[in-house]
Structures are given as C-alpha cells and as structure tokens.
C-alpha cells in the first residue's frame, strides 16, 4: 500500500506504518499516566471525551470498511480508501489516549464494531450516491459532536487556564477539519443525488445521536 | 530568687514524665470535634506545669493544621489496632478515638463500621498502587521483566497479604462492606483496584477486552479471597497454591481463545459444538470423572 499524498501536503499512513504505529503504543512505558495530572472533575469529563471519541472513529471505521466491501472496484473506490485510511489514523490516536488518561473504552464496541460495517455495507449496496449521503451524515454529526466538546474544553481552560487542555483541544479540532472535508467529499461525489436522501441523512444522524449519547455513559 | 532551669533540662523532665500521651480536658475535645479547622487551644508555656501540656506541641517546631480529616487519620490508625478484637464497630472506632486522645463520640466522624471497613480496602488499595508503580518499573526493565500473568500474581498475593493481620475478623468486614449504605463505594474501590493491577501490568486494551480481563480477575481475585478465610495452613500456602492453579487455568483459557481464534467459521462451530457435547455428556453422567 503506497503513501498518498493529498491536497495541503498532508500525508496518509500505509498500512505498514500505521500497525508499526500501534505496536509501538503498545509498548510504551507503563510509567507513563496522565490521568494523575487530572483532578477529579477533569478527569471525569476527559473520560467521557476520549470514550465517545474512540467509539466514533471505530465507528467511522467499520462503516467505511462496510462501503469498500461492495465498492471496491468502482470509482468512487480510491477515495474511500483514502478517506478510510485518515479514520484509521483518528482511531489510533484515540487508542493511544486511551491508554495515556486510562479511559474505560465503550462496552458497546462489539454493537458499533457489527452496526458500523452493516451501515456502511446497506447504503453501499443502494448504490455510491447513498454510500456519500451516509458519509456526509456522519461526517455532518462528528463535526457538531466535535465542535460542541471543543467549546467544553475551551470552558475548561478558561475556567482553569491549564495548558495541558491544548494538547486535546488541538487533537480534536484536527480531526473536525479532516471529517469536515469528508463531508464536502461526499457532497461533491453526487450525495444529495441519493434516492431518499433527506430520508438516509435524517435517519443516520438521529442514529448518531443516540450512538453519542449511549456510548458517553456506557 | 527562682532557680534558672535550663530549656532542654526542662524538655528532658517534661518527656520523662509523659510518657503516654495525655488525655485532654473535655473542653478542648469540645473544640476538636465542633470547630476543627481552630487552631489548637493548647499554646505551649513551659513553665507552667499545673495545666495539661501536648507532647506533640512542643517536640515538634510546626504545628500541624488539625482538620477532619487527620482526625480521622488518627482514629483509623488507632481503631485498627482493635479491630480484631472488636470487630467493624462503632464500638472499635469509638475506642480507638479514646486512645488516640479524643472522646467516644468522635467515632462520629465516621459512618459506622462500614466506613472504617471502607477505609480499610481504600488504603490497602493505595499501598498496592504504590507496590505496582515500582513493579512496573522492574518490568520496564527487559532483564528484570516477567511475564505479564506472573506480574499479575504477584500483585494479587501482595494485596491478599495486607489481609492477613485481620483474618480473623475479615468475614464480618466482608459482610459489613456489602451493606448497602456503602456498597457504592465497595464496589467503586474494588473495580479501580482490578483497573490498577491490569494497568500497571501493561494491558491497554481499548475494546470488550478490557472488560473481559477485568472481570476475569476479578473473579480470580475473590475466589482467592475466600479461600483464604478458609485456610489454616502455615503462611496460608494452600492460598497461594490455589491461586497458582487459578493462573494455570486463566492461561489454558487464554490459549485456548487464541487458538479458536486462528480457525475458520466451520472449524470453530465444530469445536464448540464437540465441547458442548462432552458437557452435555458429563451432566447426564456418561463422561469421565476427573477431579483436579
């Protein structure tokens, strides 16, 4: 798998260095914790951040690994692929957090990991433009999601004027800029020409909701 | 002409003669428990012996703030000497608060029994906390390192040891701590317990893992436990040998996930299907009678 480079000269992982990636976090040193930095408060609402957070990137995940299954050798396959790709990178980093504030991962992911790849593979099957629309659905419902935890952390550090809240504030408004470009993406490849796509995009981002509300609890 | 006395002379006399520390006057408990973030009432004056004088204020130069929660600290530390001869009582704490030097009704300051119980897992969870950090960084070191389920078996038997000195009395404190004024908070402290074992032994799992991990020790942990009231051998090593078999087991299950994992669909259908049968068998009393 080459390295693609695309527009802003930003560049995507190959394979090879995205699971070197993984192994390496895995290795890190167990001295390592932030949570302890936290106070109480803090580290609750992290908690409650990282956890959506890494539930809606697996979630992208499996939902564009669903849309490649049955769009592969279309046209519109390469940039799927692409697009996959930046989830992936988002889902690593998500991990690694994980391991650096000790967040309690979702106990629904094995429900995401089967929901995500059904979605992705159902709107497929009605054709590309439905695969878009629900790319655009989601990608619309991250961004909000995304802006509205940017907005809390910036109360945060306002309240407290701690640096430390920039790490994730930058994390976090990284990834709402890449999933805002997926959303203009689908947009360009012919979304709105779904059949049904008031019907798809209204459906998939109440979907969303609840998925964000659930896995922020449980 | 009144005799000089030399201030250490003076300290030696004082130390000679309190040896215990003396129990306040009543008042000055009154102002303990009612307003502890005063300072406290009794300022040293050397020379005059007639009242009550803290040790504590005059050997050391600060004077440390007295607030809820050092009294509490002081109770604690106090009730634990007692508590197997009295049990997970308000009886203990109050006890304990007479000889720290407080009155019986500082036991107050307390929920009951159930939180000196509380407390109790509270700290022996933070000195295994401590007890891993260090562990972990044996284990960052790769000619020190052990495996992860020897690491994990370790850190069970050091948290089981902090047991031993009130064994005799930890089925109550085991019934006391599931009472549901405190059962909440139990449960919290067990469960960050197993996320620090797991943690500090370098699990980052970030799926159902985590939860099957945890829960997988935890059950390995409070089956240990209760063997352990059970025990009467010389340094509890029926426990430790029984825990050993409790690793021996999780790693054949571990395996044994490992290698259902690397088959096929068809092939790991069959091999559930085979040892739902043999279950099936073993109930109906046509399998083997094996006990180990």
Redesign the interface.
Known sequence: MSIISMRGSRCILSRGQLSKMLTT??Q????V?KQEDLDERTRKIYDRIIRVD?AGEFGADRIYAGQLSVLEKTDVGPLIQHMWDQEKAHLAK??EL??EY?V??T?L??FWKVAGYALGRGTAMLGKEAAMACTVAVEESITNHYNDQLRELLALYEESGDEKHNDLMKIIAKFRDEEMEHHDTGLEHDAEKAPGFIFIKGSIQVGCKAAIWLSERV | MARFVSRTRLLNLINTTFKTAPIRSVSMMRTHITSPHTSPVNKPTLLNSSRQISLSSITHNEEKPRTDQTVKEEIYTEAMKLVTEHGWTRKTLSLGAEAAGYAGVAEGLFNGGEELAVSFIQKCNDELVVYL?EM??I??NPDTKVPQSEFIRNAVEYRLRMLIPYISVWPQGLAVLHSPFVLKDTVGISTQML?DIW??A?D?????N??TKRGLLGKLYFSTQLSMLNDQSPDFQDTWKFLNRRMDDIKVMGSLARSLSSLSLPQGIAEVGKAGLTSICNIAGLGQNRRS
């Open positions: 976090s895995s890190r040193l167990l001295s914790n890494h998500f991990e994980i391991g000790r309690r991962p106990i992911h094995p | 950090k972990a960084t284990q960052e996320d943690y500090y370098g980052r799992s970030t799926d159902i985590w939860y």
